[in-house]
């Protein structure tokens, strides 16, 4: 299995990026997905989510209605769209896979990880 995160970059505050997850190695459409972030001494955090079936989606508190989480199952990619971007929003953003139902919030229910890609907000 093989994630593969890409999109992050150096963005203003304000500004927008679109984080891509491409999946390889399962069946995409059969797992949920989520995005989480880390910084230096910190532990992972939860981003979003997104259903295997009904692609439902779920937001931290910190990002609802600024991010969008979004899949697209015959491409076997999931996307995080960030608007109003932030400093504190400067992470590693990972994407990750879970096959089985869960709240999805915690990084442990994960089965499968990408490699993270970095988002940099400069102020």
């Known amino acids: 299995v093989q994630l593969q995160a890409s999109g992050g970059g150096l963005v203003q505050a304000g500004g927008s990026l679109r984080l891509s997850c491409s999946a390889s190695g399962l069946t995409f459409s059969t797992y949920n997905m989520g995005w989480f972030r880390q910084t230096p001494g910190k532990e992972r955090e939860f981003v979003a989510a997104i259903t295997r079936s009904e692609a439902t989606p779920y937001y931290a508190a910190t990002v609802k209605g600024r991010f969008t989480i979004s899949r697209d199952n015959a491409k076997s990619t999931v996307y995080l769209q960030m608007n109003s971007l932030q400093p504190e929003d400067t992470a590693l953003y990972y994407c990750?896979?879970?096959?089985?139902?869960?709240?999805?919030?915690?990084?442990?229910?994960?089965?499968?990880w990408g490699q993270g890609t970095l988002v940099t907000v400069s102020s």
């Open positions: 990750a896979a879970r096959y089985y139902a869960g709240t999805l919030i915690r990084p442990y229910e994960y089965d499968h």
